[in-house]
């Protein structure tokens, strides 16, 4: 517990976020696993938690330290064995679905990425950024060699931007309510529909438009399912 | 998402065991497990209570509701009503398999408890797809499902919500301007 | 486990189109009966039945979406898009009625896209197309996912035979859904395989070595 709230306070300094209080492990693998399914189901990339990935990894190294000290065929190793591999599983499944996503709208997410004020947080870690640069270059490189440079001279160029879809944010998900909420507006889907408010009661669960939600799920109000 | 990583989520479900051996506290990332003692019962994840089950270390207590007077209730419950009905757990679909495949020997009348959860599903996944249609055929814009489960959300998810979004295309080609400015010249 | 190294681009379904996705493509090939509203000097060679140099104006002929796109102008006046016989009035009566009844294989393969994309060229029968478009949508949509859903271990052929082209896609997506959870009910979600990447390469290997 004490490497871990070394880490987090460390973090809340650099940031001057008071929201990031203090956690215990239990709860950090909690969020992870928020984060993961919120990953999963948003259609667009949401800000990177590489606070909580670090965290996370740090508790798995301390945790695989101690284990070397145990004898093989030790009970109470192999326990612990089984929660590394689970926890090690939901943290590859969340940085994978984030490439997918990279992969999948690169040119948005380094515009948007590119054109973020010097205060607001990175929607990429360092890593991904430079995942999300070589991805963009190793397809242009690609492009260029097998078709553009036998194309016409005008012809040689081709936006990302719009030729790669944008994720779609008016896609419906499911969520699940974590924090009250009242009054969210639900936009009309035809014309003979007027707009009404819905209250998000904690527990309960609903299908939606991403669009309407986003914020809650950025701010942890909401848990997509 | 695949059916497996439902029940990866369902494994974290705690569940009564009778141990046979002994073992300090266990102090887990995600939290203290034990002290397990021969013939006093504890409470594990599920994940943990199958391993252990595997390596006869234990005997699984089965859940309350795992039980066939139970169930039958709650089959004709969901039978009789059109909403969806209160399920006894979140994953009771995954635990039934989990808890059934790998530990039978400790559930009276496994084989019913099978019959009767599949017939549960069976009727709501029935009545899910009635409400997917009438969503669709409404055109409405939020729909609230307290009482479905993941796994249950998750059989027609990405037919679901990819007819949704066409039908949300579709939908915008009658608002015409909204999304010409969009569509692309080469 | 349902992994993918690759995801194609998806159709832009909608007035949209996406450039890298080769529904896309294909659709933007499909014909559609124009009316040529200027001379075409010299570009007599393109149609068949013309025996001068020129494309005189007011020449019927057939085009792909992409050049009649192209060559559309609301203000210019170069050619006239007419509508393709499946989204007149005639059919869109058919389609009110009872929409489940139609092949819209036949009648498309790209019955909605093409429908959507017609709404580029001015119309005063525009909203209509429109709104059949979506409505025929809307009530097909139970049976692709009763058929879907419900469709395992048989020939398939017979319920997609009348789809279109994004309602086999939905199709497709329904029977994944429904795969995935009996193969996972069955136990066999947790049984590792190599992946096909693997296998292609093994086979492409064998193939190799006969040739």
Same mark, same amino acid.
Not at chain 3, 55 to 72: S, V
Not at chain 3, 142 to 163: C, P
């Given at each position: 517990v004490s490497v871990m709230s070394d880490v987090l306070s460390e973090a809340s300094?650099? #940031?001057?976020?008071?929201?990031?209080?203090?956690?215990?492990?239990?709860?950090?693998?909690?969020?992870?696993? /928020?984060?993961?399914?919120n990953e999963k189901f948003s259609p667009e990339l949401l800000e990177n938690k590489s606070e909580i990935v670090e965290c996370v990894m740090e508790q798995l190294t301390h945790m695989e330290e101690n284990l070397q000290r145990v004898k093989k065929g030790d009970l109470k190793a192999s326990i612990h064995r089984m929660e590394i591999d689970r926890i090690r599983y939901v943290l590859s499944s969340y940085l994978r679905s984030r490439l997918q996503k990279i992969e999948k709208y690169f040119p948005h997410v380094l515009k948007k990425e590119k054109s973020r004020a010097d205060g607001d947080p990175s929607y990429l870690s360092p890593e991904e950024f430079a995942f999300a640069k070589e991805y963009m270059a190793n397809t242009e490189t690609y492009l260029k060699n097998v078709a553009l440079r036998h194309m016409p001279p005008n012809l040689q160029t081709v936006d990302f931007a719009k030729c790669v879809p944008e994720p779609s944010l008016d896609s419906f998900v499911f969520l699940r309510v974590k924090v009250q909420q /009242? *009054?969210?507006?639900?936009?009309?889907?035809? !014309?003979?529909? #007027?707009?009404?408010?819905?209250?998000?009661?904690?527990?309960? $669960?609903?299908?939606?438009?991403?669009?309407?939600?986003?914020?809650?799920?950025? *701010?942890?109000?909401?848990?997509?399912i | 998402m695949d059916p497996s990583e439902v029940e990866f989520l369902a494994e974290k479900e705690m569940v009564t065991i009778i141990p046979n051996f002994s073992l300090d506290k266990v102090y887990l990332i995600g939290g203290d497990l034990g002290p397990f003692n021969p013939g006093l019962p504890v409470d594990v994840p599920v994940w943990l209570a199958i391993n252990l089950k595997q390596r006869q270390k234990c005997r699984i207590?089965?859940?309350?509701?795992?039980?066939?007077?139970?169930?039958?209730?709650?089959?004709e419950q969901e039978r009789k009503v059109g909403m969806f009905t209160p399920m006894p757990s979140p994953y009771y679909m995954e635990l039934t398999k989990l808890l059934l495949n790998h530990a039978s020997d400790n559930i009276p009348k496994a084989d019913e408890i099978r019959t009767l959860v599949k017939d549960t599903w069976d009727t709501r996944i029935a009545k899910l797809r009635l409400s997917a249609d009438s969503f669709v055929s409404q055109q409405e814009a939020h729909a609230k499902l307290d009482n479905l489960t993941l796994m249950e959300i998750n059989t027609i998810r990405q037919l679901f919500l990819e007819s949704l979004n066409h039908m949300y295309k579709l939908r915008t080609n009658m608002q015409p301007g909204k999304d010409s400015a969009k569509s692309q010249d080469f | 486990m349902a992994t993918q190294s690759y995801t194609p681009v998806p159709p832009g379904v909608g007035m949209e189109d996406n450039f890298l996705s080769l529904d896309d493509i294909l659709l933007s090939q499909e014909k559609l009966p124009c009316?040529?509203?200027?001379?075409?000097?010299?570009?007599?060679?393109? &149609?068949?039945? %013309?025996?001068? %140099?020129?494309?005189?104006?007011?020449?019927?002929?057939?085009?792909?979406?992409?050049?009649?796109?192209?060559?559309?102008?609301?203000?210019?006046?170069v050619v006239a898009v007419d509508l393709p016989k499946v989204y007149r009035e005639g059919w869109r009566t058919v389609f009110g009625a009872d929409p489940n009844v139609v092949d819209l294989h036949k009648m498309g393969p790209y019955y909605y896209g093409l429908g959507s994309q017609l709404l580029h060229f001015d119309s005063p029968e525009n909203?209509?197309?429109?709104?059949?478009?979506? $409505?025929?949508?809307? =009530?097909?949509?139970? =049976?692709?996912?009763?058929?879907?859903? *419900?469709?395992? *271990?048989?020939?398939?052929?017979?319920?997609?035979?009348?789809? !279109?082209?994004? /309602?086999?896609?939905?199709?497709?997506?329904?029977?994944?859904?429904?795969?995935?959870? $009996? =193969?996972? &009910?069955?136990?066999? #979600? #947790?049984?590792?395989?190599?992946?096909?990447?693997?296998?292609?390469?093994?086979?492409?290997?064998?193939?190799?070595? /006969?040739?």
């Open positions: 300094e650099g #940031s001057g976020d008071d929201s990031q209080e203090l956690m215990t492990p239990a709860e950090l693998i909690e969020k992870l696993e /928020e984060a993961w399914l /009242e *009054n969210i507006l639900v936009e009309p889907e035809t !014309d003979d529909q #007027s707009e009404y408010a819905v209250d998000l009661e904690v527990g309960s $669960q609903h299908l939606m438009r991403y669009r309407t939600i986003a914020p809650l799920v950025s *701010n942890g109000a909401v848990q997509l | 207590v089965p859940p309350d509701w795992m039980d066939v007077e139970k169930l039958e209730e709650i089959r | 009316r040529t509203e200027t001379a075409f000097p010299r570009l007599g060679f393109l &149609e068949k039945s %013309g025996d001068t %140099g020129d494309i005189q104006e007011g020449t019927k002929m057939e085009m792909p979406l992409w050049l009649a796109k192209g060559l559309y102008d609301s203000k210019r006046r909203p209509d197309i429109a709104q059949t478009v979506l $409505q025929t949508f809307v =009530r097909r949509f139970r =049976r692709i996912m009763d058929s879907s859903q *419900n469709a395992y *271990n048989e020939d398939t052929s017979a319920l997609v035979e009348k789809l !279109d082209c994004m /309602e086999r896609s939905l199709f497709r997506s329904g029977q994944a859904g429904l795969h995935d959870f $009996q =193969r996972w &009910e069955k136990g066999q #979600s #947790s049984q590792m395989t190599a992946s096909s990447l693997v296998q292609n390469y093994r086979k492409r290997k064998f193939a190799e070595l /006969e040739a």
